[in-house]
Each structure stands twice: as structure tokens, then as C-alpha cells.
């Protein structure tokens, strides 16, 4: 199958302080991975969308200086949320698609949950 | 633009019946993949079922089957022998150029 690997799962920070969460695809290559936040009993609402080796496409409303991603490799995808604050605490879930043979779906991480103090 | 609608925010069904969600989507596009997701409390998404808007046939995958009508760009879910484990979020999707997904189901499974 295809894999997905998020960490971490929970991370508990303090306002102002940043945090790194990454994403990777553990058993297939994803030129494009996809970082969603997730509030309590709704849908999943598209942050961004990281392309390996060029910047990220940012969604309308979503900062991007707030909500950095890097996409380094064809397996690795990193969302910072910078300078943290409590509105900013969420589950956030990234998923990926595969490169070649695919057959459309997207794979999702396990998702993270953060919480800002 | 693509959308995709979930219209029952909540269902329920009893443990060994059948119930099915609904999802409509509009696109103008012809070539699309549909899916179903499944998020259950651990809010992992798990892919439940795929279908390709080319193939006449609808998809099953054991207890899940879809009745996929292209023409009404309907797209819904019917599971089968409910269990206990299926009480979940569910998620319609659909996919062209980009993925959109509707506002989710809740099912609950009665015992």
C-alpha cells in the first residue's frame, strides 16, 4: 500500500513559540503533498499545497508567512506554524498522492493535533 | 466550479441493516475520480471506496457499494451489514485537477 507517516501526532506549545510538523511518504515518491486543517466536527479545509522543489500554493485566507512549508525531498513535506497562537490550535492532516501509477486517491497521514497555550 | 454536497450531516442506522449517504457534486469536467472516506475517532482517513467516472460499473469493496449516476452527478455510499467498527465521519470526494471534499456524514451504528 501507500504510506503516510505525520509527526507528531500532539504537540502542546506555548504562544510565540514555533512548531514543525512533517509529512512522509514512506513507501511511494509525491511531487505534490496537501496540508488541510480540520476543526471539530467538520471538513478537511485546504492550507496549501507543496510541490517538491518550488514554493508552496497557498490557499486564499492562509498566511503564509504564518503557515511555512517546505517540500525538500519527493518524500518529505514540513509544515511550521510560526509564532503560535491559542486560534491557531487545530488537527491538521497532510496527505500526498503518488507520483506515477497512481490511481487518484490520497493518502493521509495519521494527522496532528496541536495546541497552543 | 467544482462542489461537492453532503446534504445528511448526521445518520444512524442499526447494527446488521443497511444505510445509505448521499453526495451530489457539480463539474463540468468529463474525466474524475470519486471517493468515499472514512474518518473514524481516531481521525485517520481511510479510503473506503474509489470510483472512475468513465466506468459505467459501480464499485463495491465487500460490504460497501456505490450507486455512481453520471448524468445526475450523484454519487452515494450503501453499506451493507452495518457494524459497530463503521461508525465514523464519512467524506465524499471528488477529484479532476484538484480534490474537493463535501461536509461529511456522521454515522452512528446502533447495537
Not at chain 1, 501509477?101 to 497555550?117: I, M, Q
Amino acid at each position: 500500500g501507500a504510506v503516510v507517516s505525520q509527526h507528531p501526532s500532539r504537540v502542546i506549545c506555548k504562544s510565540g513559540t514555533s512548531v514543525k510538523i512533517e509529512c512522509r511518504s514512506l513507501d511511494f515518491q509525491a511531487t505534490t503533498m496537501f496540508w488541510y486543517r480540520q476543526f471539530p466536527k467538520q471538513s478537511l479545509m485546504l492550507m496549501a499545497t507543496s510541490n517538491e522543489g518550488s514554493k508552496a500554493t497557498y490557499e486564499q485566507g492562509v498566511e503564509k508567512d504564518k503557515f511555512l512549508i517546505n517540500h525538500a525531498s519527493l518524500t518529505l513535506s514540513t509544515l511550521t506554524v510560526t509564532s503560535a497562537h491559542p486560534e491557531d490550535s487545530s488537527f491538521y492532516i497532510c496527505s500526498a498522492s503518488r507520483a506515477q501509477g497512481g490511481t487518484g486517491e490520497l493518502f493521509f497521514g495519521e494527522g496532528s493535533r496541536l495546541t497552543v497555550l | 466550479a467544482q462542489t461537492v454536497t453532503q446534504s445528511q450531516p448526521e445518520m444512524s442506522v442499526q447494527e446488521a441493516e443497511t444505510v445509505t449517504l448521499s453526495c451530489t457534486y457539480d463539474t463540468s469536467e468529463s474525466d474524475y475520480y470519486l471517493f468515499w472516506y472514512k474518518q473514524p475517532p481516531s481521525r485517520q482517513m481511510i479510503l473506503v471506496i474509489r470510483q472512475e467516472a468513465y466506468k459505467q460499473q459501480n464499485a463495491t469493496e465487500n460490504r460497501f457499494s456505490v450507486n455512481f449516476q453520471k448524468a445526475a452527478k450523484s454519487f452515494s455510499l450503501k453499506i451493507s451489514d452495518s457494524q459497530l467498527g463503521d461508525a465514523a465521519m464519512y467524506f465524499c470526494a471528488y477529484r479532476a485537477n484538484q480534490f474537493y471534499f463535501g461536509t461529511g456524514t456522521s454515522l452512528t451504528v446502533i447495537p
